[in-house]
């Protein structure tokens, strides 16, 4: 298992990780020139707070292609983002995700308004995110340790705790027409219906 982590908090998620053995640490910047396609990582867990959207799209791109199992927990000012478990040729991919979040979490701003900012904390880290507490730590460490035992029913579920809202959203992530992940997922007749039925009861509640 790698645990590939970047900023403060994510650093301090990572600390928290290595608590439990046979964990390899990664800093993003080393991730991103990391031979994936030789690796024999069974789990990629990565832990950051900005969002880091251009590198982050990098990264889990890598790890897709090389098929590597892989879920992020990522803090922002207004949420903890955990997941979606990406399970090459099984789950969307990460890209999909990071879309579908947009209609998952409440936000005080657009979803370009915070796309911009992410993307100005990526590349001014200094002007980035201060302050977390431990309970938010705890969470995303605990999040990323049950992803790397590969839960089935966690496989591409991704779940927001919303700080406006004080609650907890979760969905399952369908790869989006477009995608070059749909091209490599394989999906069967029962598992199509039962993501619809997923869907269609957290309408009606």
């Not at 053995?21 to 990582?41: H, P």
């Amino acid at each position: 298992m790698i645990i590939v982590s970047d900023t403060e908090f994510g650093n301090d998620v990572a600390d928290y990780m290595h608590c439990q053995e046979g964990i390899s640490q990664l800093t993003l910047a080393t991730a991103l020139n990391y031979s994936w396609a030789d690796s024999k990582a069974s789990f990629v867990g990565i832990a950051l707070s900005g969002g880091a959207p251009l590198k982050l799209e990098q990264l889990t791109t890598q790890l897709f292609r090389a098929g590597i199992p892989h879920a992020c927990t990522v803090l922002n000012d207004h949420m903890l983002f955990c997941g979606p478990l990406v399970i090459p040729g099984r789950t969307a991919c990460y890209a999909c995700a990071a879309k579908r979040l947009l209609s998952l979490a409440e936000t005080p701003r657009t979803a370009m308004m915070d796309l911009n900012l992410q993307r100005y904390h990526e590349q001014q880290p200094q002007n980035a995110l201060r302050g977390y507490t431990p309970a938010l730590v705890l969470m995303a460490g605990l999040r990323l340790k049950q992803y790397a035992q590969l839960p089935e029913d966690q496989f591409g579920k991704l779940t927001a705790v919303s700080f406006g809202s004080n609650r907890t959203a979760s969905s399952s992530v369908v790869a989006l027409h477009g995608c070059s992940c749909r091209e490599n997922r394989h999906i069967s007749q029962a598992q199509g219906t039962a993501l619809l039925a997923e869907h269609l009861e957290g309408a009606l509640r």
